[in-house]
């Protein structure tokens, strides 16, 4: 049994995970992350005030063809106007002109509405618009950052991979095989180093006669700590 490299094993293993871990929580990571989601952002007020005006056109447009057809109405009763005769008659015509002039009017005011809605929809539309490149150029900046910390992180993970295997090939298998099952159940932590009495795992102490036990044991087994039960290296 060797039990230097095992407890190394341990180590390195440790390390990968905890780079692993830090990985996605890399500062560079988190700003790359947050510049993409701006430039989301960007995209969606972008379509946001596009549909606005688009929206305002439209009612502009049906607008105006209201407006038309109200206009057509007042020149056809303008015209009838002049030609009755019965004061009634034209009381009740004049009645209908000012009802359909109001109602132009309405329209009018709300035409005129839209159209400065509009205005004002396309000047803020153009300024989001002069944003554009920084919001894009930032991203892309904090993108190749974030992308360089985790190439070098990778590259690390790499060469602990490298000296993992290495220590890998010098254990036997049946020792491989506790401890990768006892990773999976201690959370990444199957070996623990013997501190005077104490389990360097789950930090209990051992009675001296357990101890001289383990340390008598020739069985070639690794011997495991009867407190938590990890590979035991004394
Ligand atoms: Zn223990």
């Known amino acids: ?57 439209a009612a502009i447009a049906v607008s105006e063809k209201e407006s038309a057809a109200i206009s057509v109405k007042r ?20 009645h209908e002109i000012a009802t359909l002039s109001a109602q132009r009017s309405v329209l009018d005011d709300g035409e005129l509405e839209a159209m400065e809605a509009v205005a004002a929809g396309e000047a803020e539309l153009s300024a989001h618009h002069d944003g554009h490149d920084d919001v894009h150029d930032d991203a892309a900046a904090a993108r190749a950052l974030g992308d360089q910390v985790v190439a070098v992180a990778m590259a690390e993970v790499q060469q ?6 290495t220590l890998r090939a010098k254990l036997e298998h049946s020792v491989l095989e506790r401890y990768d099952g006892m990773r999976a159940q201690f959370n990444g932590v199957a070996v623990a ?19 001289d036990g383990l340390k008598r044991d020739q069985s070639g087994d690794v011997p495991e700590c009867p407190n938590c039960g990890r590979l035991l290296v004394l």
């Open 1 to 57: 049994m060797n039990a230097e490299a095992l407890l190394e094993l341990q180590l390195v293993d440790t390390a990968i995970d905890q780079l692993r871990y830090r990985m996605g929580r890399l500062p560079e990571v988190i700003a790359a992350d947050a510049a993409d989601a701006a430039v989301v952002a960007w995209k969606q007020r972008s379509a946001m005030l596009h549909a606005t005006i688009v929206e305002l056109e």
């Open 75 to 94: 020149d056809r009763l303008d015209k009838q106007l002049k030609t009755v005769i019965s004061p009634r008659e034209a009381e009740a015509l004049m």
């Open 160 to 165: 602990l991979s490298e000296q993992r295997d």
């Open 193 to 211: 180093k013997l501190s005077g009495l104490q389990c360097g795992g789950c930090h209990l102490d051992m009675s001296r006669g357990e101890i």
